[in-house]
């Protein structure tokens, strides 16, 4: 049986890694990590109760190329945070942007057969100049480097809900060997749905705010609700729509749902004379437009009272500068006519959104995976860690020794095993040809 040798950097709680091994296994290579790079404390927890023989090393920016020993695969889930729609973008412009050079300098000085590179969506489009371009200068500069090492690169945007997991996660990969390009089309396609990873009979969450949930709404008819006031439709379940900040009139119901949708359209940020954004507060004027009453002053003051709506200046479009260049911000414009707008935080709510068990999750994140729930034993409840793994295509006896909160965090920001092994399966063919196994 032939040896692999691979290095795991940004490893997280080493999920590429789990896809390789897995795969080139499965071709029949014996693997070999000879490094390990991680800096979060918990992850390490979770990589040595998988890797109990093994020795973790801590931030690869300390770490010399020429002391890491030779190997034949580099993995790496490089930062993401700086090219991410989450995020500012700031892309090379911030210190975890820059990572990717450490990888680079690795390639450069070990030269290895190949790589798996992982990383969000948005770095197909950061830094472009205009949306007709396909990809942005930070991709560019990234393929452009790694083929002036001598790699044949490809690269595509995959996502995980084509791979056997039941949650929507866009993910790129890129992938290189000395040898030739390897394809990332033409995967075979496997949908599952959520209800086929849940575990069943779980401690559910008693709190004033799932009972008045629950006083509103059967376990059903909670399948795949949003719970926020942001936004409108049948899938979003509002703070009135539960009277959470106290008791709402059907009359109240309907102005707060109106006043949902039209705030949200253009033709108010020509009235303003505002750039539109996407939630503006509404005049009196304004909304007499839709909803003529004649006590509709005493009604949205109630609201105020209450806490459903506040009262605020339109916000104008400004340029602020900063060491990081210009940027766009919003601000309220005090010479504009004062309106009212739906309190609206983004993760106001103990609960986010409660999983549609016939559907499949969104793209789970770490700052707001706690919010995220499932129907369960008449009541709601959120997911389990090991719901989390299968989430993430793990197998169940992958362990996971953290707590709750640590768990989140850490599945967050990890990787769609599936679709890492569905890679690296071509890799250890390409692999093969090349050494002659």
């Not at 001598?150 to 990969?173: M, P, T």
């Not at 849940?198 to 059903?220: C, K, V, Y």
Request: proline share 4%; hydrophobic share 40%.
């Amino acid at each position: 049986m032939a040896n692999v040798k691979f290095i795991d950097l940004f490893a997280g709680i080493g999920g590429i890694r789990k896809g390789f091994e897995t795969a080139f296994n499965k071709c029949g290579f014996k693997t070999e990590c000879v490094l390990t790079s991680e800096i979060k404390p918990h992850a390490y927890k979770v990589l040595l109760a998988n890797n109990p023989n093994e020795i973790i090393s801590g931030d690869i920016t300390k770490i010399e190329a020429k002391d890491i020993p030779d190997f034949d695969f580099l993995l790496g889930g490089f930062p993401c945070q700086a090219f991410s729609y989450a995020g500012k973008r700031l892309g090379f412009q911030d210190t975890r942007g820059t990572l990717f050079f450490e990888v680079e300098r690795i390639l450069k000085e070990k030269r290895p057969f190949g790589f798996i590179l992982e990383n969000v969506e948005g770095l197909v489009t950061h830094d472009r100049d205009d949306i007709s371009q396909p990809i942005g200068k930070t991709l560019s500069v990234i393929i452009d480097n790694l083929t002036s090492l001598g790699y044949f690169v490809s690269w595509r945007v995959l996502n995980s809900k084509d791979f056997g997991v039941a949650q929507e996660r866009k993910r790129i990969y890129i992938v290189g060997t000395k040898q030739k390009s390897v394809s990332l089309e033409g995967f075979p396609v496997n949908h599952i749905a959520l209800e086929q990873i849940l575990e069943s009979g779980q401690p559910t969450i008693d709190t004033e705010f799932t009972r008045l949930l629950m006083s509103h709404f059967t376990p059903n008819e909670l399948y795949g609700k949003s719970i926020k006031d942001k936004r409108g439709g049948d899938d979003n379940i509002h703070s009135w729509d539960i009277e959470m900040k106290g008791e709402v009139s059907q009359e109240q119901k309907v102005l707060l749902n109106m006043m949902s949708r039209e705030r949200r359209k253009k033709k108010w940020a020509l009235v303003h004379g505002i750039d539109w954004m996407d939630g503006m507060p509404l005049t009196v004027d304004m909304i007499r437009e839709f909803y003529d009453k004649k006590n509709l002053v005493e009604i949205l003051e109630d609201l105020v009272k209450k806490g459903y709506l506040k009262k605020e200046y339109p916000k104008a479009l400004i340029t602020e500068h900063s060491i990081f260049g210009d940027r766009k911000v919003r601000k309220q414009d005090t010479s504009k006519k004062i309106g009212y707008n739906i309190v609206a935080g983004k993760l106001s709510f103990e609960i986010n959104k409660i999983l549609d068990p016939y559907g499949i999750a969104p793209t789970l994140v770490a700052m707001d995976m706690k919010k995220i729930f499932v129907v369960d034993n008449g009541g709601v409840r959120p997911l389990t860690l090991r719901e989390g793994l299968r989430l993430f295509g793990y197998p169940d006896d992958f362990k996971f020794p953290v707590s709750q909160s640590e768990g989140y965090d850490l599945l967050g920001n990890t990787v769609a095993v599936p679709v890492i092994i569905a890679i690296s399966e071509r890799l250890a063919e390409a692999y093969s040809s090349f050494i002659g196994h």
